[in-house]
């Protein structure tokens, strides 16, 4: 990824106004490399050059195929098409056609063809700048992307037509709305090519399937003991940051609100916390809402090997471990990964629910829950 400042330039209405600008390496019919500082305009078909420059680069500008070009409400003015290689940073150089006009009183634009389709641009306001990257899906991920979005919005639409008993969706929805979340920050740190971080969405991911599946073999009693165990969290976390100084700590403590919530999460947390003690008869309550830890979770499902490859390599990762510190970042299989962990809910709410989804949707779901594998 290549991050370009945006400058200040003088508009002749509106006072000076920030612009995005690149630098290009174009390469000249000389074979020499040339920089080029251009203006990003996604509304430009094709990159524009003045003539002189052009001719720098081509040689002889009317050699190239003569096209007619025009901006807005300006009469069209000639210009004559070229291909020459160009690169961007250390990304890989591609062909770049440019517009070479008749005369120079043209601006530089770096417009959208053989650009668009070949890289990410992301303007930046908060920062002030253009940053370019390669894409973070090509067209088989892609694809692959807007099934697991069709598949989804699949089961949405059928989700009242098939409710499950107790309080199990709304146990699902909460554990479907987390895993999209998940799933959304996975793609976000591909999209800015910060892959290095996607073990951490990973384990969550994965942490979020196996207490699903846990949940899904007895679903009506966990269903309660998990949506029950909100009350012990939002009384410990309050606390918690009432204890504790900086903004989040102050703002509770001066909140009018502080002594009805207070009693509120207190009410709550001492009306469900014998159900989570860590032994009968005990007044300690355990920290999280099944019984055991989550490696004995992963055991019931049949989930140990996962647990101990992705779980424990991706916690020792999260938790700062001196060997995964040391290195560029732990091994994963991307998209592959979190489509494994997200599916898995997934189809266990479809086939709790009993959706029939079409043949190719149910077929991929199957397919994307063996992804996690690394070849």
Excluded at 27 to 36: C, E, P, S
Excluded at 92 to 119: H, M
Excluded at 170 to 180: G, T, V
Excluded at 353 to 368: F, G, H, N, R, T
């Amino acid at each position: 990824m290549h991050a370009f400042e945006w400058r200040r330039h003088e508009t002749r209405h509106f006072g000076p106004q920030w612009v995005p600008f690149v630098e290009v390496n174009l390469k000249a019919i000389t074979g020499r490399w040339h920089t080029i500082s251009m203006r990003v305009d996604t509304g430009a078909a094709v990159t524009l050059l003045p003539r002189a420059m052009g001719g720098a680069l081509v040689g002889e500008p009317e050699a190239g195929a003569p096209i007619d070009l025009k901006s807005v409400a300006a009469s069209p003015h000639g210009y004559y098409l070229h291909e020459v290689a160009a690169k961007i940073g250390s990304l890989p150089q591609f062909p770049l056609r440019v517009a070479v006009a008749e005369r120079d009183d043209v601006p530089t634009l770096l417009g959208r063809l053989d650009v668009l389709d070949r890289f990410q641009i992301d303007f930046d306001a908060s920062l002030e700048e253009t940053r370019i990257s390669l894409l973070w899906l090509d067209d088989k991920t892609r694809q692959k992307w807007r099934h697991v979005t069709d598949v989804e919005a699949s089961i949405i639409s059928k989700w009242a037509e098939f409710a499950l008993p107790g309080r199990c969706d709304e146990a699902a929805k909460r554990f479907l709305n987390r895993a999209d979340q998940l799933l959304a920050a996975g793609a976000g740190l591909l999209k800015l090519h910060r892959d290095f971080e996607l073990p951490l969405v990973i384990r969550s991911l994965f942490d979020l399937s196996v207490q699903f599946e846990y949940l899904m073999q007895d679903p009506v009693p966990r269903a309660a003991l998990y949506l029950d165990y909100e009350h012990i969290t939002k009384h410990r976390s309050s606390q918690a940051w009432l204890r504790s100084p900086g903004v989040i700590g102050d703002r509770l403590r001066a909140s009018p609100m502080r002594a009805q919530g207070e009693k509120r999460n207190r009410l709550e947390y001492d009306r469900v916390q014998h159900q989570f003690a860590v032994k009968p008869g005990s007044s300690r309550v355990r920290g999280h809402w099944y019984v055991g830890s989550l490696r004995s979770v992963a055991e019931e499902i049949g989930r140990t090997a996962e647990y101990e490859s992705v779980y424990g390599l991706y916690s020792a990762c999260a938790h700062g471990d001196s060997w995964t510190a040391s290195q560029p970042g732990p091994a994963h299989a991307g998209l592959d990964h979190l489509y494994a962990y997200w599916s898995r809910i997934v189809i266990c709410i479809a086939d709790a629910k009993q959706i029939i989804l079409p043949a190719d949707q149910y077929e991929l779901l199957v397919d994307l829950t063996k992804g996690g594998r690394m070849n």
